[in-house]
């Protein structure tokens, strides 16, 4: 019989292993969109829904902190760098408990080559100059290095991504340039030398209405250099968002935009004549009109057949610009269009199964949330109840349970006349519950289902009643000789008969007489059997017994029976008469003796003859 063993723990969740993963793979290239994902598995008792605390780290530093009640925590490197190099880890706490994953290492490789610039239109020996070295986007602890030529003219280490320096030259000939190294902790990496500066043209960038804009607003920036002092074909001005150009033009550009959000950042206005790089930059901030929505599933868990409610909703807005009743809404399943409010309720099924999302717009905005899958579970089905292997009265065999449909975690039960005598969880596709159970008459197999359940006492289902063929081991078989043993003679026919008092055919019947050896075999659908000895003689004479066996497959024997053949009648009388005769033949030559001794003491002669007798 199967145990179940029923495990209590101070806290409602055990975490199981938690191991970090690093995508798309440890080792990229820069620029390349990195995420550590935490992955942990957790078990926890029905109905709890417990919070999870994610903690990553590089080497032991703590990086970010999550509480989230998913089994997996992302944590973003967008446009990886060289310093983000190194071992990483991740922790996860839910209460008192805490599991740590093993380090992974990430290696980014290639640094950026620097660009120069510097703020003055001509360079000659003696001027001083403000020159700036930058890496956008680098980071790490960096040292940056500013050589005319193979002169270093300075250096300075620092955790920004550029150096400002006010420089002498003291060479009539100026091939300025930078070049970088990073630090990281066992190794020091070196960039490629910069751009070499030898002429260079300062941009001057300008925007209106504002560097502070909302949503919605349009906003125009304009760039320009001033060109006074000389002029040149080769020049090119560029407005540039991050890695994006939005303009390019000689000496000047404008560039009118519909800010959004995403739109906030550093604006770089920038010039290039030949080798000679500039730029000047300015900090944009884009208010959002309204934030993103967000679809949310109410419950968060539910069964075919029960209520459920979606709703969409933004968590702030501008009311400078627009009030709460201007955002209109839109709810999607599968990209069709389900209704157009921020509500919908509905009762779960197959057919309400897919993708939820939502979509809100306000002032020609229109923002979409995250996609939500949404699959209610299945209410267990009937189960089924069967049995593996045969069932033999007082022994035991499994009974097995098993519902067709119906999301996993199933519990089955084992009942026998309404009381529940064991129960187990299943938590895998396909598979069944198996109980150990035994009975002591036929009947009793009628007596055990099984009920199974996945939502409490809301989704019980009960099997039919346990239906099975119950194979009941032979009784002691009885071996009946007829006729009587006592009363066989030689010649007569005897009828050896076997029989038991229970047992399920088909019954196979064996007989053995003499020394042990079978004499007959037989299988047979009745409780008894027979074998015929005909025309018996002496040497039938012996020990007979017989055994029975079906499909419980024990043998039992019955008790000997000796059986012992005597003579026919007639030679009995033969020998009777030939005793007879022998007696007879005695007597008369007994009385034969007898008289003739008789006659000669009775008839003996005269003296005087004897003499005459003896004289002869």
């Given amino acids: 019989m199967y145990l179940v063993k029923l495990l209590y723990f101070s806290t409602d969740s055990v975490i199981k292993n938690v191991q970090?993963?690093?995508?798309?793979?440890?080792?990229?290239?820069?620029?390349?969109?990195?995420?550590?994902?935490?992955?942990?598995?957790?078990?926890?008792?029905?109905?709890?829904?417990?919070?999870?605390?994610?903690?990553?780290?590089?080497?032991?530093?703590?990086?970010?902190?999550?509480q989230t009640s998913s089994m997996d925590q992302l944590y973003s490197i967008p446009d990886a760098r060289v310093a983000h190099s190194g071992k990483y880890r991740c922790d996860l706490v839910i209460e008192k408990q805490k599991k740590e994953s093993s380090f992974k290492d990430l290696t980014v490789k290639g640094l950026q080559t620097p660009v120069l610039t510097v703020d003055t239109l001509k360079l000659s020996e003696g001027d001083d100059v403000t020159a700036v070295c930058t890496v956008e986007g680098e980071k790490g602890s960096l040292t940056f290095f500013f050589s005319n030529g193979p002169e270093e003219l300075?250096?300075?280490?620092?955790?920004?991504?550029?150096?400002e320096q006010k420089l002498v030259l003291t060479k009539g000939v100026v091939n300025m340039l930078c070049y970088y190294s990073i630090n990281l902790d066992s190794t020091i990496e070196r960039s490629n030398d910069s751009n070499v500066i030898k002429v260079e043209i300062k941009p001057n960038i300008k925007v209106n209405p504002s560097t502070y804009v909302i949503e919605g607003d349009l906003i125009t920036f304009s760039c320009s250099v001033n060109m006074t002092s000389q002029r040149n074909s080769e020049l090119r001005i560029n407005l540039i968002h991050g890695r994006t150009v939005l303009s390019s033009n000689m000496t000047q550009t404008d560039y009118r935009m519909s800010a959004k959000a995403n739109d906030s950042g550093e604006y770089e206005c920038s010039s290039n004549l030949g080798n000679v790089y500039k730029s000047s930059a300015m900090n944009i901030t884009v208010k959002e009109l309204f934030s993103m929505p967000v679809l949310i599933i109410n419950p968060a868990e539910v069964f075919e057949g029960e209520h459920f409610t979606i709703s969409c909703q933004i968590n702030s807005f501008a009311s400078e610009k627009i009030q709460r009743d201007d955002i209109k809404y839109s709810i999607f399943g599968d990209k069709t269009l389900v209704i157009k409010d921020n509500r919908y309720s509905g009762t779960a099924g197959k057919a309400s199964n897919g993708k939820y999302m939502c979509i809100a717009e306000?002032?020609?905005i229109i923002k979409e949330s995250g996609r939500v899958l949404f699959e209610p579970k299945v209410l267990v089905s009937k189960p089924e109840i069967t049995v593996d292997g045969p069932v033999i009265v007082n022994k035991s065999f499994w009974i097995r349970c098993y519902s067709e449909n119906g999301s996993l975690p199933i519990i089955y039960s084992l009942k026998r006349n309404s009381i529940?005598?064991?129960?187990?969880?299943?938590?895998y596709l396909h598979k069944e519950a198996r109980f150990l159970a035994k009975i002591s008459t036929p009947s009793?197999?009628?007596?055990?289902?099984?009920?199974?359940?996945?939502?409490?006492?809301?989704?019980?289902?009960?099997?039919?009643?346990l239906h099975a063929t119950v194979i009941v081991p032979v009784g002691k078989p009885l071996l009946t000789v007829l006729p009587v043993p006592g009363n066989i003679e030689e010649g007569s026919d005897v009828t050896l008969i076997c029989g038991i008092p229970k047992g399920s055919p088909p019954i196979s019947f064996s007989f053995y007489g003499g020394s042990g050896t079978a004499i007959y075999n037989t299988t047979v659908q009745s409780n008894s059997s027979l074998y015929n000895l005909n025309a018996v003689k002496r040497n039938h004479s012996g020990n007979y017994y017989c055994e029975a066996n079906n499909q419980a497959d024990v043998s039992i024997k019955s008790d000997i029976v000796t059986v012992e053949v005597s003579l026919a009648m007639w030679k009995k009388g033969l020998i009777a008469m030939f005793c007879m005769l022998l007696v007879a033949l005695l007597v008369l030559f007994i009385v034969m003796r007898y008289k003739a001794?008789?006659?000669?003491?009775?008839?003996?002669?005269?003296?005087?003859?004897?003499?005459?007798?003896?004289?002869?």
């Fill in 20 to 66: 970090l993963i690093i995508h798309p793979r440890n080792e990229v290239e820069r620029g390349t969109n990195v995420s550590l994902l935490c992955q942990a598995e957790v078990s926890h008792r029905l109905g709890s829904h417990p919070n999870y605390q994610y903690k990553f780290y590089r080497y032991n530093k703590l990086l970010n902190t999550d």
């Fill in 362 to 364: 306000a002032k020609g």
């Fill in 154 to 163: 300075y250096r300075e280490s620092t955790d920004s991504h550029r150096v």
């Fill in 420 to 427: 529940t005598l064991n129960k187990t969880e299943v938590s």
């Fill in 444 to 465: 009793d197999i009628s007596s055990y289902m099984c009920e199974a359940e996945n939502n409490g006492q809301v989704s019980v289902k009960n099997s039919e009643r």
């Fill in 597 to 616: 001794k008789r006659g000669r003491e009775t008839y003996s002669p005269p003296a005087s003859q004897a003499a005459h007798l003896s004289d002869l």
